[in-house]
């Protein structure tokens, strides 16, 4: 039987996770899309090239996020949360790029987190071909791509488990 999900134990799952799917209007019409991630203070960073989500996004910032940790049919964990969704500029955009980059390179680098073209890798992911041009291209509205955070307000989550 599910069981109710602690404020301590939202969090741990929230941290732990790199993909989570995020939930927006389109138009008027629901799109949920995949995202990798980092979470910190609350807050959930990510990134996007631009096109269908970031014109959701900016259109409707109110958006759903759910992130789970699944081991079989009775044996799962589940958050889910509704938060508003801010395009980050500047030094903001450079801070949650530095958040999102020492969350995802170890995972990028097969978990050696110094390793040295772990950097190079994410910044490749981000259409960007060289962290000083990332850094300088933040949160401008021709950016290959935009960082952004989630400012959640509302979490809920559940578990089943075997014992």
């Given at each position: 039987?599910?069981v109710?999900l602690?404020r301590?134990?939202i969090?741990?799952?929230?941290?732990n996770?790199?993909?989570g799917r995020?939930?927006?209007i389109?138009?008027?019409?629901p799109y949920?899309v995949p995202?990798?991630?980092a979470?910190?203070?609350g807050?959930?960073?990510a990134h996007?090239?631009?096109?269908?989500?970031l014109?959701?996004l900016?259109?409707?910032?109110?958006v759903?996020?759910?992130?789970d940790d699944?081991?079989?049919?009775d044996e799962?964990?589940s958050?889910?949360?509704?938060g508003?969704?801010?395009?980050?500029?500047?030094?903001?955009a450079?801070e949650?790029?530095?958040v999102?980059?020492?969350?995802?390179?170890?995972?990028?680098a097969?978990g050696a987190?110094?390793h040295?073209?772990a950097?190079?890798?994410?910044?490749?992911t981000?259409d960007?071909?060289?962290m000083?041009?990332a850094h300088?291209?933040l949160?401008?509205?021709?950016a290959a791509?935009a960082?952004?955070r989630?400012?959640?307000?509302t979490?809920?989550?559940?578990?089943?488990s075997r014992r």
């Open positions: 039987m599910p109710e602690s301590d134990e969090d741990d799952l929230l941290a996770q790199l993909v995020l939930g927006l389109d138009g008027d019409a949920v995202i990798s991630y979470y910190r203070d807050d959930i960073y996007s090239a631009q096109g269908k989500k014109d959701a900016r259109s409707h910032p109110e759903c996020f759910e992130v699944v081991v079989s049919v799962w964990r958050v889910i949360a509704w508003t969704f801010e395009q980050l500029l500047g030094a903001d450079r949650g790029l530095d999102l980059l020492d969350r995802l390179r170890p995972a990028a097969g987190s110094d040295p073209g950097q190079v890798g994410m910044v490749r981000l960007i071909p060289r000083e041009e300088a291209d949160g401008r509205p021709n791509a960082v952004f989630i400012r959640l307000h979490l809920t989550g559940r578990a089943e």
